[in-house]
Protein backbone atom coordinates (compact mmCIF):
# COMPACT_ATOMS: atom_id res chain seq x y z
CA UNK A 1 0.00 0.00 0.00
CA UNK A 2 1.21 3.27 -1.20
CA UNK A 3 0.11 5.18 2.42
CA UNK A 4 1.79 3.06 5.26
CA UNK A 5 1.50 3.86 9.13
CA UNK A 6 5.18 5.33 9.00
CA UNK A 7 4.36 8.01 6.28
CA UNK A 8 1.08 9.36 8.03
CA UNK A 9 2.87 9.13 11.34
CA UNK A 10 5.70 11.42 9.43
CA UNK A 11 3.44 13.79 7.64
CA UNK A 12 1.22 14.31 11.30
CA UNK A 13 4.51 14.91 13.00
CA UNK A 14 5.63 17.36 10.27
CA UNK A 15 2.52 19.26 9.81
CA UNK A 16 0.45 18.53 12.75
CA UNK A 17 1.49 18.87 16.85
CA UNK A 18 2.83 15.50 16.76
CA UNK A 19 2.74 12.56 15.43
CA UNK A 20 -0.31 10.78 16.80
CA UNK A 21 -2.19 14.38 16.77
CA UNK A 22 -4.16 13.61 13.31
CA UNK A 23 -6.87 16.24 14.50
CA UNK A 24 -5.42 19.74 13.26
CA UNK A 25 -6.46 20.99 10.10
CA UNK A 26 -3.04 21.37 8.98
CA UNK A 27 -2.31 17.21 9.10
CA UNK A 28 -5.53 16.15 7.78
CA UNK A 29 -4.44 19.27 4.71
CA UNK A 30 -1.06 17.75 4.08
CA UNK A 31 -2.25 14.11 4.04
CA UNK A 32 -4.45 15.07 1.62
CA UNK A 33 -2.39 16.40 -0.38
CA UNK A 34 -0.28 14.03 -0.17
CA UNK A 35 -3.16 11.49 -1.18
CA UNK A 36 -4.23 13.41 -4.08
CA UNK A 37 -0.27 14.10 -5.74
CA UNK A 38 -0.56 9.91 -5.50
CA UNK A 39 -4.03 9.65 -7.58
CA UNK A 40 -2.65 12.56 -10.05
CA UNK A 41 0.16 10.16 -10.53
CA UNK A 42 -1.92 6.89 -11.47
CA UNK A 43 -4.21 9.18 -13.08
CA UNK A 44 -1.46 9.90 -15.50
CA UNK A 45 -0.75 6.56 -16.72
CA UNK A 46 -4.63 5.27 -16.09
CA UNK A 47 -6.89 7.72 -17.89
CA UNK A 48 -10.00 5.42 -17.96
CA UNK A 49 -9.90 4.88 -14.44
CA UNK A 50 -13.02 6.96 -13.65
CA UNK A 51 -13.60 5.71 -10.01
CA UNK A 52 -10.20 7.01 -9.17
CA UNK A 53 -11.01 10.21 -10.67
CA UNK A 54 -14.20 11.01 -8.76
CA UNK A 55 -12.28 9.97 -5.73
CA UNK A 56 -9.67 12.80 -6.87
CA UNK A 57 -12.44 15.23 -7.10
CA UNK A 58 -13.86 14.11 -3.40
CA UNK A 59 -10.52 14.92 -2.08
CA UNK A 60 -10.18 18.12 -3.71
CA UNK A 61 -13.22 19.01 -2.19
CA UNK A 62 -12.52 18.18 1.27
CA UNK A 63 -8.72 19.73 1.15
CA UNK A 64 -11.03 22.67 -0.09
CA UNK A 65 -13.14 22.83 2.23
CA UNK A 66 -10.58 22.76 4.73
CA UNK A 67 -8.52 25.53 3.39
CA UNK A 68 -11.32 27.69 3.65
CA UNK A 69 -12.10 26.68 7.86
CA UNK A 70 -8.31 27.20 8.25
CA UNK A 71 -8.55 30.95 6.60
CA UNK A 72 -11.88 31.81 8.52
CA UNK A 73 -10.40 30.72 11.74
CA UNK A 74 -6.69 32.01 11.52
CA UNK A 75 -5.49 33.55 8.52
CA UNK A 76 -1.64 32.92 9.48
CA UNK A 77 -2.11 29.53 9.95
CA UNK A 78 -3.53 29.42 6.68
CA UNK A 79 -0.61 31.51 4.68
CA UNK A 80 1.60 28.70 6.61
CA UNK A 81 0.36 25.56 5.25
CA UNK A 82 -0.34 26.83 1.66
CA UNK A 83 3.67 27.90 1.64
CA UNK A 84 4.78 25.01 3.22
CA UNK A 85 3.19 22.45 1.45
CA UNK A 86 3.04 24.59 -2.31
CA UNK A 87 -0.30 24.98 -2.50
CA UNK A 88 -0.62 28.07 -4.27
CA UNK A 89 2.35 29.66 -7.12
Known amino acids: MYLSKEVKEEIFA ?8 T ?4 GQIALFTYRINHLSGHLKTNRKDFNTERSLVMLVGKRRALLDYLIKKDVLRYRAIVKELGLRK
Open 14 to 21: KHGKGKND
Open 23 to 26: GTAE
